[in-house]
């Protein structure tokens, strides 16, 4: 079982930037791949970006490729999100996940989830 908690959300004009982290617990997450997905209201949970658990290799949405940065603190157990250049289209509910598997850019891969972050973007 892992426990994850996100913090870091909260409200930034078009152009800002955020650092969202997913503190996790229970069980080290440097033995899970790690995910941050997004929902926005009326859409499906889509996915943002990803570490993989032994590599380190990281994945992003064409969405946010060169303006986010995932990484992760194996010392602290926290994986980050880091996100440049913030627009209008960014806001949504930021939620971290980990998964047993390699890596995943799929919700179904993942298999525990933190309870979210708003992240509000103003034009």
């Known amino acids: 079982q892992v426990q994850l908690v996100e913090s870091g959300g909260g409200l930034v004009q078009t152009g800002g930037s955020l650092r969202l982290s997913c503190a996790a617990s229970g069980r080290t997450a440097s033995n899970y791949a790690m995910g941050w997905f997004r929902q926005a209201p009326g859409k499906e949970r889509e996915f943002v970006a990803a570490i993989a658990r032994s590599t380190g290799y990281t994945y992003y949405s064409d969405s946010v490729k060169g303006r986010f940065t995932i990484s992760r603190d194996n010392a602290k157990n926290t994986v980050y999100l880091q996100m440049n250049s913030l627009k209008p289209e960014d806001t949504a509910v930021y939620y971290c996940?980990?998964?047993?598997?390699?890596?995943?850019?799929?919700?179904?891969?993942?298999?525990?989830w933190g309870q979210g972050t708003q992240v509000t973007v103003s034009s």
């Open positions: 996940a980990a998964g047993a598997s390699a890596y995943g850019l799929k919700t179904s891969v993942y298999d525990y």
